[in-house]
């Protein structure tokens, strides 16, 4: 599962054949234009007064928290593969990016790069030879790095184990297989610079920014994008969707939720629930599964609890982004949803919604996913099952739900969707029969 929820699926409508034609088209348009105009740098980035060579133990044991914090490993070690080796496949409605081997090997790693080169790409997302990076890899938000923790990342990516990989080909669609392209995306999306912290604001609340802005890069699943995969910076934290596994291993769009205080997003939770999600993996609310496993499990849990809180403090402080219920259900829609609910979901999630420590976890007024303007993720819940974290979370809950893919009609997981999210103060609005239908079908 991918953690970078780089190049949001569509969801306009479009046909995908139809959505790369206009990309494709505008893509060529705008590189006529910016020609004969601004080019972004190539170049690579001067790094005086810093210190690459440095491997001292601190130095390194802060790379590699600095390294949990991003994340890393969760998209540079592809399932059963060796650390950080890369080959995870990203899919994206461009086609397939795959992660690179980013361990100390000097053939098909970073062990012959520089620290000015590591710099370059992690500041403009520029590689060694000068060709842009595709921003799967996130370099829109590790540009807000500061130089120090450059420093530091570097010194450990150079400690851990070489490993001799070579990534696979990208399988990406003609023109977005042309990396010079990037270079106008950049100079209409990308603003490179480190951090600079707000004076106005808390120590604590500079530090949640940094982390949830530059390390954590929470908004590259959690903003939607526009339709050439950039983030939308006036839906900062709105919500966004993305492609990834489902159990089984089938790619289907997820959702992610709206992480701005909005009465559908954590206007929902007090501090200490979302800080108690990201230690724990489990609040009063909901429980980790899907996508969020690895986030959790191998980056926020890691975290010190200054750092934690400090991202709930920031994310509490965002501007709401409120969204639009959408439809409200008819009554034969949430009569449909009642009955099914009443056979197949009430007795773990009793009629209230409000679930219990041993039962099932809560559906009334607090699950995000519930409420979420876009249902892929609770559809996807309904019909393959939460995948669980591995190892299991200390849970107190007989057993994991069941799947319902062959059970219940598209219908029929509309209608209790529906249901869900229009009962107990929930406020999601209608989900059809179509949506359903597409969680059903692979990703193209």
Known sequence: ????????????????????LVAAAFMLAIAVVFAFLHVTSTGQIEAQGLDFETNDELTVERGRYLALAGNCASCHTAERGEFMAGGLAFETPFGT????????????????????????????????????????????????????????????????????????????????????????????????????????????????????EALAHCGACHTPRNFLGAELADKAMAGGEYID??????????????????????????EEEIVAYLKTGMNKYVESFGPMNEVIMNSTRHLGEGDV?????????????????????????????RTVYNLHCGTCHLPSGLGDDESAPQLARGSLVVQASNPASL?????????????????????????????????????????????????????????VARQREAAH
């Open 1 to 20: 599962m991918n953690s970078s929820g780089y190049f949001a699926q569509s969801q306009h409508g479009f046909s995908i054949a139809r959505f790369l």
């Open 97 to 212: 990016i795959f992660s690179t081997n980013i361990t100390p090997d000097p053939e098909t790693g970073i062990g012959n790069w520089t620290g000015e080169e590591f710099l370059t790409s992690m500041r403009r997302g520029v590689r060694p030879d000068g060709q842009h990076l595709y921003p799967v890899f996130p370099y829109t938000a590790f540009s807000k790095i500061t130089d120090d923790d450059v420093v530091a990342l570097y010194a450990y990516l150079k400690s851990i184990p070489a490993v001799r990989q070579v990534a696979p080909e990208n399988e990406l669609t003609f023109p977005f297989n042309q990396r010079s392209l990037m270079s106008f995306w950049k100079v209409m999306f990308f603003k490179e610079g480190a951090f600079q912290a707000n004076v106005a604001e808390s120590a604590e609340w500079n530090r949640g920014a940094y982390i949830v």
């Open 245 to 270: 596994e489902v159990p089984g291993g089938a790619k289907r769009p997820w959702s992610a939720p709206n992480l701005t205080p909005a009465s559908n997003g954590l206007g929902l939770w007090p």
């Open 309 to 337: 809180s400090a991202m709930a403090a920031y994310l509490k402080s965002l501007p709401p982004h409120e969204s639009s219920a959408g439809v409200a259900a008819d009554n034969s829609i949430l009569g449909m949803g």
């Open 379 to 435: 559809i996807n819940v309904i019909l393959y099952s939460p995948e669980l974290p591995d190892p299991p979370l200390p849970t107190k809950r007989r057993k994991p739900m069941e799947e319902f893919q062959y059970l219940l009609t598209d219908a029929e997981v509309a209608a209790v969707a529906s249901y869900v999210r229009s009962k107990w103060g929930n406020n999601g609005g209608r989900v059809t029969a179509e949506q």
